[in-house]
């Protein structure tokens, strides 16, 4: 099957830069077709015969949706993995981004964030090879944790490990987007993108850079990259508290009230207070987003 292809343009003279640019995009793009492969793999066997990397393998679709219904299903999965190899930081990585998930979108309950950051604890512990357990594990820290510093040298460790990672730079763009980074928020989620075109965690990107658009005042901006992040997963609530606010902004009040309506059939329990509170948004974005979160209809 095609995989990946690209056609690179270069002066002779820059040809050890070519060499390092082939690299990480060849490897940045093929990395998520070859786990779809094997997650097909996986989804093929029997259940009675997985073992503790075909659990992860099974358990990673859901973790990736970041729907509470499926990353509760996928932390079935990761608990039977984690038995069988307690000191499997893939699985600890993933499971600490499903309690994210639970604690963000499932009523921002303490024994989340409390797992969360145990399980991203675990995952470091013992994945100082691993880039994308680390990766999670940051993410964890830095979200649920509301240590930054933490999750960015984890992140850093991950692209030592794996510098073609785009999972570790859209990841790290949200969080660099929540904490008031506008322009590296924008910097990251571009070069995610640029690595994992089609990657999973695509909505997560454009997030990030419609928030590093809306903290710099950009709202057509901020709107068109909500939009996409919706299109990439339009079940996932906070995209629309992003377009929510941008469209508030440019003054379309009426398509707001509906994003905004929208947020709340998705995640009828949203406070936008609580949830800049949980995500610990920098104080001046929080701010600025709140009262256009407010002129749409959305409750504090």
Same mark, same amino acid.
């Given at each position: ?68 219904d ?42 989340n ?20 357990? #680390? =990766?999670? *594990?940051?993410?964890? $820290? +830095?979200?649920?944790?509301?240590? @930054?510093? !933490? %999750?960015?040298?984890? &992140? ?72 996409r ?13 992003? #377009? =929510?606010? *941008?469209?508030?902004? $440019? +003054?379309?009040?009426?398509?707001? @009230?509906? !994003? %905004?309506?929208?947020? &709340?059939?998705?995640?009828p329990?949203?406070?936008y207070?609580r ?26």
């Open positions: 099957m095609h995989v990946w292809a690209e056609r690179y343009d270069r002066r002779s003279e820059d040809v050890f830069a070519l060499q390092d640019d082939i690299a990480l995009s060849s490897v940045g793009a093929i990395a998520p077709s070859l786990r779809r492969a094997e997650i097909n793999r996986v989804s093929r066997k029997r259940p009675d015969s997985l073992d503790a990397y075909d659990l992860v393998l099974r358990a990673q679709p859901d973790v990736d949706s970041g729907m509470p499926q990353v509760t299903r996928a932390l079935v999965l990761l608990e039977r993995a984690i038995a069988l190899e307690p000191d499997y930081a893939l699985a600890h990585g993933n499971a600490a981004m499903c309690h994210h998930c639970l604690f963000l979108r499932a009523g921002l309950q303490d024994v964030r409390e797992a969360s950051i145990r399980h991203a604890r675990s995952a470091i512990a013992h994945g100082q090879d691993d880039a994308l357990a #680390l =990766t999670l *594990a940051g993410f964890s $820290l +830095g979200m649920d944790g509301h240590d @930054r510093s !933490a %999750a960015f040298a984890a &992140l850093d460790a991950a692209l030592a490990i794996s510098p073609s990672s785009a999972l570790t730079y859209i990841l790290g763009s949200v969080m660099l987007g929540w904490g008031g980074d506008a322009d590296r928020a924008i910097e990251w989620s571009e070069r995610g993108m640029r690595l994992s075109p089609f990657d999973s965690w695509a909505f997560a990107a454009f997030d990030a850079e419609a928030l590093g658009h809306f903290h710099r005042g950009r709202f057509e901006e901020a709107c068109r990259a909500a939009h992040s919706v299109q990439a997963n339009p079940r996932h609530s906070i995209t629309y508290v992003q #377009l =929510t606010a *941008a469209l508030a902004k $440019l +003054g379309r009040l009426q398509e707001a @009230r509906a !994003a %905004a309506t929208r947020v &709340l059939e998705l995640h329990t949203f406070r207070s949830q800049f509170q949980g995500v610990n948004c920098a104080p001046d974005l929080a701010t600025s987003l709140g009262g256009a979160l407010r002129a749409a209809g959305l409750p504090e």
